[in-house]
């Protein structure tokens, strides 16, 4: 059993940055990558990043490339997402999942954190 919880969610400006964390805990030993999704209200889920968990492959949606950072820090078994020249249509609820080996699919996820950017 994997918990995640995600922080660092908020309101900021056009153009602003953000960084939200992602805190793993149980078993997380079997774990091959960690993604970062968003939901805007009215739309679908959307994949904005993910790295293996060895950090050596990462991947991004066009729309965040050069804006946004994945990074992991294995020791406390957190994830980040910074976000830098955030846009409004970067508001979305911000969650992350974990991808265990074997697998095809994020399987494991967290609650989410709201991600707002004003004009």
């Known amino acids: 059993q994997v918990q995640l919880v995600e922080s660092g969610g908020g309101l900021v400006q056009a153009g602003g940055s953000l960084r939200v964390s992602c805190a793993a805990s149980?078993?997380?030993?079997?774990?091959?990558?960690v993604g970062w999704f968003r939901q805007a209200p009215g739309k679908a889920r959307e994949f904005v990043a993910s790295?293996?968990?060895?950090?050596?492959?990462?991947d991004y949606v066009d729309s965040v490339k050069g804006r946004f950072t994945i990074s992991r820090d294995n020791a406390k078994n957190t994830v980040y997402l910074q976000m830098n020249s955030l846009k409004p249509e970067d508001t979305a609820i911000y969650y992350c999942?974990?991808?265990?080996?074997?697998?095809?699919?994020?399987?494991?996820w967290g609650q989410g954190t709201q991600v707002t950017v004003s004009e």
């Open positions: 149980g078993r997380t030993s079997n774990t091959y990558a």
């Open positions: 999942a974990l991808r265990f080996r074997g697998e095809v699919d994020f399987s494991s």
């Open positions: 790295s293996t968990w060895s950090g050596d492959s990462t």
